[in-house]
């Protein structure tokens, strides 16, 4: 494939995946700066990667290991954030506003997961089934189950000591 034809390829797939990215680098990233440095370091690998990929998978489920490997190898040395302490000063009503910090409590029970459950839960809020999840981490669908149940019970606890 000409190197032009390659690169426009790449960018249709990226574009109609740029949320799965941003969603990774919200999970994995605390700072708008570290956001945008993961963004570009998940994009480069994929970029580095693109012309391996063999097809012998749905290319989503392709992109999802690689951005969550990227996002692990990225956080492997960083301290696990508790907090985040952005202030939202937006004038709205009660709803609105009760939906985003609990919204914000999710997110912060979620970055205090270890690596391989952040990349789980995600995967499971994005509503991949178990079998997807499982090849995309590398663990049975049945451990991919039981990992959820954990994982719920371990984030309600979380977030009910937020409190």
């Known amino acids: 494939m000409v190197r032009k034809e390659l690169e426009q390829e790449f960018l249709n797939q990226l574009t109609s995946n740029e949320d799965m990215v941003h ?3 919200n999970i ?3 700072s708008y700066e570290e956001k945008q440095d993961l963004k570009q370091e998940i994009i480069y690998q994929l970029w580095r990667s693109y012309p391996s990929f063999r097809g012998e998978s749905k ?3 392709w992109m999802y290991r690689v951005a969550l490997n990227t996002a692990l190898y990225f956080n492997r040395n960083k301290p696990l954030l ?4 952005r202030n939202i000063q937006i004038e709205e009503d009660n709803s609105l506003k009760e939906l985003k ?3 914000q409590k999710l997110y912060r029970a979620i970055r205090t997961l270890n690596q391989i459950d952040r990349a789980i839960i995600f995967l ?3 509503r991949h089934g178990y079998e997807e999840i499982g090849n995309i981490v590398g663990i ?3 451990n991919v189950g039981v990992r959820i149940v954990r994982i719920k019970d371990k984030l309600k606890q979380l977030i009910l000591n937020q409190d």
């Open 23 to 25: 969603k990774i680098c």
């Open 28 to 30: 994995y990233a605390s």
């Open 59 to 61: 290319f989503q489920t």
């Open 82 to 85: 508790t907090t985040d302490l």
């Open 101 to 103: 910090e609990e919204l």
């Open 124 to 126: 499971y809020l994005e």
């Open 140 to 142: 049975t669908a049945k």
